[in-house]
């Protein structure tokens, strides 16, 4: 792999997907070379689904890859780590890493109630609200402190998804830029005016 290849950017959603007016979405719609997981359950999400369409999808970029995760796509990247191994991850940003230890964890997700902890083998970035209604910010800081992650804490936003008011969300994308600079890559989303 050449760092001279382009960039390919892996969305991995959360629970029951990304909507239209989620960032996750119009990051999508505008990253070169960008493409999202494809599990088949994301309603009921199942563990090894979810991990295997994060492997589809790193195994078929033909180049280095940055996973952009939300929610329970963050516990699926470092799920995805702790059982695969790629020299193309060249970052990850982890946005609302969710509890999944919590007691009123929902039945739906209780396939991914005991993650691995191992730190990520490759720079990653958790970005966490104050106020997120499915991780406590000491429990999302735990979690990020056990996967490895430089921790990004933004204030009241909820769960940073379509309901936080975020558009498209350019501090995100800062992060996003953050890593790519440290793995010494131009950062390829440029506002203009």
Do not use: C
Request: hydrophobic letters at 35%.
């Amino acid at each position: 792999m050449n760092t001279g290849d382009p960039i390919h950017y892996i969305i991995v959603p959360g629970f029951q997907n990304s909507g239209e007016t989620h960032w996750q979405t119009l990051w999508e719609s505008h990253l070169p070379n960008s493409r999202r997981t494809q599990p088949s359950s994301w309603n009921n999400p199942e563990h090894d689904d979810w991990v295997g369409a994060l492997e589809r999808e790193i195994s078929a970029a033909p180049g280095p890859v940055i996973l952009i995760a939300h929610s329970l796509g963050t516990i699926t990247v470092a799920e995805w780590a702790a059982e695969y191994r790629s020299d193309k991850i060249l970052g990850a940003l982890l946005v609302a890493i969710p509890d999944v230890q919590r007691p009123d964890l929902p039945a739906a997700i209780q396939g991914f109630s005991n993650p691995k902890f191992k730190p990520l083998p490759f720079p990653s970035i958790a970005v966490l609200s104050s106020n997120d209604p499915y991780s406590a910010l000491p429990r999302g800081r735990l979690f990020a402190q056990r996967f490895g992650a430089q921790v990004e804490e933004i204030g009241t936003y909820g769960h940073i998804n379509h309901e936080s008011g975020l558009g498209e969300w350019g501090d995100g994308l800062k992060w996003l830029d953050h890593l790519l600079l440290t793995s010494n890559q131009e950062p390829v989303w440029k506002k203009t005016g």
